[in-house]
């Protein structure tokens, strides 16, 4: 355990029989958490209030423990209003004459409409200007406002500044806005916004990322992976350890447990050091239904590792920025088609991972993350045609089918077993690790296979019942 650490279970042993706490905590829970990696629906709320309320704390500790094939129905419902497409049968009822569907996606935007799906700052759809990054930014400095809230009996939800990154925070707040506004110049109808530094003019994301090296600043993009933190929790002064566990269906050597892995989250980062602009920023899909350039600096507890599975730079630096523009804007219109989607289209659009192995495997030939839960077929606008063949590319967990050991591995944040501080887990990483590397790895009966197992034996009990009856009778 890393220092000034505690898991769940020891909060909750303590707090459980404090009246309203769980209550409060479940609430807090269920909104939206800036790595959040799970939608608390109703099934998975009713799980850890019954875990937390029968003291089951081991159980606390390795919440849910579900496989996606277990986990999927809990969200199913989101995929049954995209399939029937109510939500755009509800906007349409509610504003007679509006745009619906896919025409919806393509009608003029406004920055009204997209408001709920990317922050643009001050910047508009509607206004034509030019931004220049030559002079500091005006925006406030980092605040915990909005970012932590006291719960009570000494728990806190929300975590303070990066020593390092916060004292940046207007430049990067700047910096994510003007990239967010150029990705949207690539919405029909938009009006186009400029950014200029040193006298380089750009007009979309990768030409800003042209602009900034052709001016002297370093420009690294990281696909970063981290475990998710599920509860952004502290206690008493304390960092709270609260993972969110999948099963991954692989059986841990010499036992008869299957391999549980923290979801871990995934996102891109860019880090920015010049004469005019210090800054870093991070983009992927999150829980809050936006898919878009973001500040990143808030401190990360420690269980939580970091880990760059690739940097880019020059000429693939550019690339990338170019994708997650181009993916930006796919999400727009998806939302404009879709907007009635719960969670904002979070997981049946897909979650952090997608996006990000998406874009891996365009620039490496290789997918590393789990879970991806984008349905392909959703992503069905025309004017998306490089992103959807991208998004329908990656594998999907939607279905519960197994993962590969790459990507269970890919997805870590460390590539060294003995720097994860979560109990237990090192060792169960390393042992199917060599069990992978040898080829002796085995994998643990699915969901499908138990019902299968438990249908042949009751009807080869139903068959030995009615051989002993027909015997009896005959003998008779």
Same mark, same amino acid.
Request: charged fraction near 25%; aromatic fraction near 6%.
């Given at each position: 355990?890393?220092?000034?650490?505690?898991?769940?279970?020891?909060?909750?042993?303590?707090?459980?029989?404090?009246?309203?706490?769980?209550?409060?905590?479940?609430?807090?829970?269920?909104?939206?958490?800036?790595?959040? +990696?799970?939608?608390?629906?109703?099934? &998975?709320?009713?799980?850890?209030?019954?875990?937390?309320?029968?003291?089951?704390?081991?159980?606390?500790?390795?919440?849910?423990?579900?496989?996606?094939?277990?986990?999927?129905?809990?969200?199913?419902?989101?995929?049954?209003? $995209?399939?029937?497409?109510?939500?755009?049968?509800?906007?349409?009822?509610?504003?007679?004459?509006?745009?619906?569907? &896919?025409?919806?996606?393509?009608?003029?935007?406004?920055?009204?409409?997209?408001?709920?799906?990317?922050?643009?700052?001050?910047?508009?759809?509607?206004?034509?200007?030019?931004?220049?990054?030559?002079?500091?930014?005006?925006? +406030?400095?980092?605040?915990?406002?909005?970012?932590?809230?006291?719960?009570?009996?000494?728990?806190?939800?929300?975590?303070?500044?990066? !020593?390092?990154?916060?004292?940046?925070?207007?430049?990067?707040?700047?910096?994510?806005?003007?990239?967010?506004?150029?990705?949207?110049?690539?919405?029909?109808?938009?009006?186009?916004?400029? $950014?200029?530094?040193?006298?380089?003019?750009?007009?979309?994301?990768?030409?800003?990322?042209?602009?900034?090296?052709?001016?002297?600043?370093?420009?690294?993009?990281?696909?970063?992976?981290?475990?998710?933190?599920?509860?952004?929790?502290?206690?008493?002064?304390?960092?709270?350890?609260?993972?969110?566990?999948?099963?991954?269906?692989?059986?841990?050597?010499?036992?008869?447990?299957?391999? &549980? $892995? +923290?979801?871990?989250?995934?996102?891109?980062?860019?880090?920015?050091?010049?004469?005019?602009?210090?800054?870093?920023?991070?983009?992927?899909?999150?829980?809050?239904?936006?898919?878009?350039?973001?500040?990143?600096?808030?401190?990360?507890?420690?269980?939580?590792?970091?880990?760059?599975?690739?940097?880019?730079?020059?000429?693939?630096?550019?690339?990338?920025?170019?994708?997650?523009?181009?993916?930006?804007?796919?999400?727009?219109?998806?939302?404009?088609?879709?907007?009635?989607?719960?969670?904002?289209?979070?997981?049946?659009?897909?979650?952090?991972?997608?996006?990000?192995?998406?874009?891996?495997?365009?620039?490496?030939?290789?997918?590393?993350?789990?879970?991806?839960?984008?349905?392909?077929?959703?992503?069905?606008?025309?004017?998306?045609?490089?992103?959807?063949?991208?998004?329908?590319?990656?594998?999907?967990?939607?279905?519960?089918?197994?993962?590969?050991?790459?990507?269970?591995?890919?997805?870590?944040?460390?590539?060294?077993?003995? !720097?994860?501080?979560?109990?237990?887990?090192?060792?169960?990483?390393?042992?199917?690790?060599?069990?992978?590397?040898?080829?002796?790895?085995?994998?643990?009966?699915?969901?499908?296979?138990?019902?299968?197992?438990?249908?042949?034996?009751?009807?080869?009990?139903?068959? &030995?019942?009615?051989?002993?009856?027909?015997?009896?009778?005959?003998?008779?």
């Amino acid at each position: 355990m890393p220092a000034n650490t505690v898991m769940l279970s020891q909060m909750m042993r303590e707090l459980a029989a404090t009246p309203g706490f769980t209550d409060a905590m479940l609430a807090q829970l269920d909104k939206s958490g800036k790595k959040g +990696p799970a939608l608390m629906t109703p099934a &998975l709320v009713k799980r850890l209030r019954e875990l937390i309320l029968g003291r089951d704390w081991q159980g606390l500790d390795r919440f849910p423990g579900w496989t996606m094939q277990a986990i999927n129905p809990t969200v199913r419902v989101a995929g049954r209003v $995209v399939a029937k497409d109510q939500g755009v049968t509800d906007v349409a009822a509610r504003h007679p004459g509006a745009p619906a569907g &896919l025409e919806a996606a393509k009608s003029a935007v406004t920055t009204g409409q997209i408001k709920d799906y990317v922050d643009l700052g001050d910047y508009s759809l509607e206004r034509a200007e030019v931004v220049n990054l030559d002079t500091p930014s005006k925006l +406030p400095g980092f605040t915990t406002d909005e970012l932590v809230g006291e719960l009570g009996a000494g728990v806190v939800r929300g975590d303070g500044a990066n !020593a390092t990154l916060a004292p940046m925070h207007a430049e990067s707040q700047r910096l994510a806005d003007v990239l967010n506004r150029l990705s949207l110049n690539g919405l029909d109808g938009s009006a186009p916004v400029e $950014v200029t530094v040193e006298g380089q003019g750009a007009k979309t994301p990768q030409d800003l990322v042209k602009a900034l090296m052709a001016t002297g600043h370093t420009v690294v993009v990281a696909d970063a992976r981290y475990f998710a933190n599920f509860g952004h929790f502290h206690y008493k002064g304390q960092d709270v350890m609260m993972p969110f566990w999948v099963n991954s269906q692989i059986r841990v050597p010499g036992t008869r447990r299957p391999l &549980l $892995v +923290p979801v871990s989250h995934a996102e891109y980062e860019w880090e920015v050091r010049g004469p005019k602009v210090n800054a870093n920023v991070s983009w992927y899909f999150g829980i809050d239904g936006k898919a878009e350039f973001r500040t990143m600096d808030t401190q990360d507890q420690p269980w939580v590792l970091g880990r760059h599975a690739h940097e880019y730079r020059d000429a693939d630096a550019v690339e990338v920025t170019r994708l997650v523009g181009k993916m930006a804007v796919a999400y727009v219109h998806q939302h404009l088609a879709r907007p009635e989607l719960p969670f904002g289209g979070y997981y049946p659009l897909g979650v952090c991972q997608d996006g990000v192995a998406a874009i891996e495997r365009k620039m490496t030939g290789k997918d590393t993350l789990f879970p991806n839960t984008a349905d392909g077929a959703l992503f069905d606008d025309p004017r998306d045609a490089e992103i959807n063949q991208l998004i329908k590319a990656i594998p999907k967990d939607r279905e519960g089918g197994v993962p590969e050991p790459a990507r269970i591995f890919g997805s870590l944040p460390t590539a060294d077993f003995n !720097a994860i501080t979560i109990p237990g887990l090192a060792a169960d990483l390393e042992s199917v690790h060599a069990a992978w590397q040898d080829g002796s790895l085995e994998r643990t009966p699915s969901w499908i296979r138990k019902v299968t197992l438990r249908v042949v034996g009751v009807a080869a009990l139903g068959t &030995l019942a009615g051989v002993v009856v027909w015997r009896r009778r005959r003998n008779r």
